[in-house]
């Protein structure tokens, strides 16, 4: 058959497709106008055609899961020890894991059995046991528990608790959460890092498939310190950047993905891009395919998740703090995330508490936020008030403008004017600041409470010398004066600072910030 | 270059070979880890990552073809390869006989249709060997996915009844 001959098949085969299937041969019988062979050739295309289902549809490059999930369908029910298969829950980089009935202890086990390729050397099996070994050592409401490492028949397989609910994966199916969801999760999870991080084990593979979130709401991680055993070389190989990229590589960090050492961090990064998940509903980093995720991890900064949560979340509270925790998290270089996991998990509870201190206690935070809310009103009713005073102010000083002998009219007017719009104009902005950009209020109101300061003083004065002047002759406007004076010294020494220590937590920035 | 990527996927699948002592590798490793390490090197010769990927699958298709040959060699003649679990980690087929591909025949049927029409035999290669999507298949192409599919269409019906004349022969 020559190229042109294959072109004209190409064009009657479409043809031929577009129709019924009973119509096809009268079709053909017509189109070939009696050329036999070009009829036999299409007639036996078309069969094949029908047969070929999924022929050569799933690539060779494939994951090899449906590959494995094959061959353990035939487990069910059968006993491995004294484990009795219940069900398949799911086929891992590592192997099958089953839902299976401990018939010794009566409760149900996740077993996971190991591939035997992880499984073969000697060596290897030895540091395996080791790592489980740290693995069970953990014990936290946050971490699934792993009970034992079991040896049948020479496969190796790691019996856990058996945590009902649903993955992290599933939950980012609907969409993302609102920020205080994700905080809350997000502090669930870091602390059960903490915990294991504390004892020296490391993840390494952490991800939304990795952590289930139980009917009760709490959330739980799976397979601790797993991935380390995937990833043991052989005794004396040199490179662990092989082992580093089974799997998926979308949770990786740009130092596993480089081979590099891998510590804590990168569990830290993982957390990261999961919570970006969680808040956004898209993933930082991943691309169309595992090669442009692996290089977008190495080179892109990710858009803030303030710009990407859809519009009617993205004033949550919270929201500016969990963008700057995250963010943090996904630093390329380790160096550049926190330090320690505790540092995150305060950093959380911190955003938790709406930027209270160190809550230690989240029932306690918890209780103390409605309470903070109500302080924040009162904050607020003390600078409007504040600013109205100030500028109620201006119309006796401008009567008052031409009292002063020795003084040019209307100085102290001004000087007066200059100070309570300054005041009043920043105060303004203060309460701006605090409403719609609560994540840098915290800045705004000490470098805005410096202008403040000063010109709460200035007004004090020009008060307390317009008072002066006004007793020769208009003592009931200097008896005003001077207590508007003495007004304003009580309202920034001590009601300021009190209803800015109520609404914000800390020592006010405005109250520390007095004296230069 | 892509005797660069194929000498490159090579030497780590001997490597995986040696060192875990089972003759299983996940072909997606090979592509991820032959990406990074050419990633690494400074020299802008990949123009983008669908380039890669096209390199990439030439490669994938030979180092598969080439273990299948080996593995039919072993089993004294006879193309037929008999799929094994570890190849079945490879080609990720589910190993009973009905679905078991035979790679060895599947390359000579493709260079056949390559003799007949060059860029449906490459579609081929790029969604089959190298994982490509129609779209990413279309881009590397330069083609429109809608092209993509219909010689997809025709060029597996082509090979499927190649593969059966060479099975009935």
Known sequence: MTNADWTRVNELFHQALELPRDERGAFLAQACGGDEPLRLELTSLLDAHDEANDFIEQPATRPADLAEAGVSADLVGRMIGHYRIVRVLGVGGMGIVFLADDTRLGRPVALKALAARFTKDPQRRERLRREARAAAALAHPGIATVYALEEFDDHVYIAGEFVPGETLRDELGRGPLPASRVIDTAVALARALEAAHDRGVVHRDLKPENVIRTPAGDVKILDFGLARMRDLPQPGAEITAEGALLGTPAYMSPEQIRGDAVDFRTDLFALGIMLYELATGAHPFVGSNAASTIARILEIQPPHITDRVPAMLSTAVGLGDLDRIIARCLEKHPDARYQSTHDLVTALEFAEAGGAPKARDLAEAAAKRPLRRRALGWWQFHQAAASVGYLAMLLPLWLARSWTPGVPDAVLFLVGLAAALIATTLRLHLWFAVRELPEESGAQRVQAGRWIRLADVVFVIVLAVSSAFAFQGHVEMAVLFLTAAVGVLIAFAIVEPATARAAFGRPAPLDRLGAP | ?169
Do not use: C
């Open chain 2, 1 to 169: 270059m892509v005797e660069d990527v194929y000498a490159e996927l090579r030497r780590m699948a001997d490597r995986y070979v040696r060192r875990e002592q089972a003759k299983s590798v996940q072909a997606t490793e090979l592509v991820h880890e032959a990406y990074l390490r050419l990633l690494k090197d400074k020299s802008p010769r990949w123009q983008n990552r669908t380039h890669f990927l096209a390199i990439a699958a030439i490669s994938m298709r030979r180092l598969l073809v080439e273990r299948a040959r080996a593995r039919g060699a072993q089993k004294r003649g006879g193309h037929q390869v008999q799929v094994t679990l570890d190849d079945a980690l490879l080609v990720g087929q589910a190993p009973d006989d009905d679905s078991s591909l035979d790679l060895v025949a599947l390359d000579r049927a493709l260079s056949s249709l390559a003799q007949l029409d060059a860029d449906q035999a490459r579609i081929v290669e790029l969604r089959f060997f190298g994982g490509l999507s129609v779209e990413e298949t279309a881009e590397a192409l330069a083609i429109s996915p809608a092209t993509v599919k219909r010689h997809w269409t025709i060029a597996k019906a082509w090979l499927l009844r190649e593969l059966q004349r060479t099975n009935s022969r």
